[in-house]
């Protein structure tokens, strides 16, 4: 899929409903996420978009070594979710917010470690090299998105948490396995632009 397709498709069809069902029962404190695409042509890789991801660090307390969006809890002098979720990008990987068209959001999700995270999505209009925060990004890596297309390569698995069942998302990719609120709010993605 080009952008211009996912611009289409994603502008077209406002669909807020959510694959993901976990309640925290406490508290949230606010997040955002950058779900960044940008074109690569390669003779390495497929065509058509590609989706940014990063596999945290090992050490970090919350989802070590596990594979996520750049992004991070809100500060005190983010002027909005947009803004965190940019200033994050840039703190973790170097992505410069001028070369980054944001062109919506997803519905808010309730993570395990206590945060309401929302996605940010936007296109990298820029490719450039990106620079990892080595405290906090052990890999910066892209996927196309043509993978999470395919039904095929989404798994949902039951798992039951103070009584409650919820369901939780996979998207294996070559050695990667993207799980859980990542895999989720993908999974939001692609059911809006299908």
């Excluded at 952008?3 to 409903?17: A, G, I, T």
């Excluded at 959510?18 to 950058?34: G, I, T």
């Excluded at 970090?60 to 070594?65: F, I």
């Excluded at 998105?145 to 390569?153: D, G």
Aim: some cysteine; aromatic content about 10%; proline content about 5%.
């Amino acid at each position: 899929m080009n952008k211009d397709e996912f611009l289409c498709r994603f502008n077209l069809k406002q669909n807020n409903e959510s694959c993901h069902n976990y309640q925290h029962p406490h508290p949230l404190k606010s997040a955002a996420v950058l779900i960044a695409l940008f074109e690569h042509d390669s003779i390495y890789s497929c065509n058509g978009l590609q989706v940014l991801l990063t596999r945290r660090a090992s050490h970090l307390k919350h989802h070590p070594s596990q594979i996520s969006f750049p992004g991070g809890k809100v500060e005190r002098t983010d002027t909005d979710l947009i803004h965190t979720a940019l200033r994050e990008a840039q703190e973790e990987i170097g992505l410069d917010p001028k070369t980054v068209n944001v062109i919506g959001q997803l519905p808010s999700y309730e993570i395990i470690s206590g945060y309401q995270v929302t996605p940010i999505v936007a296109i990298i209009n820029t490719i450039q090299p990106f620079q990892k925060d080595e405290n906090e990004v052990n890999e910066i890596f892209h996927v196309p998105l043509q993978h999470f297309l395919h039904e095929n390569n989404h798994q949902i698995f039951h798992s039951y948490r103070n009584g409650y069942m919820h369901n939780v998302h996979f998207y294996p990719y070559r050695h990667y396995n993207i799980w859980g609120a990542t895999a989720a709010m993908m999974k939001d993605l692609i059911n809006r632009i299908k």
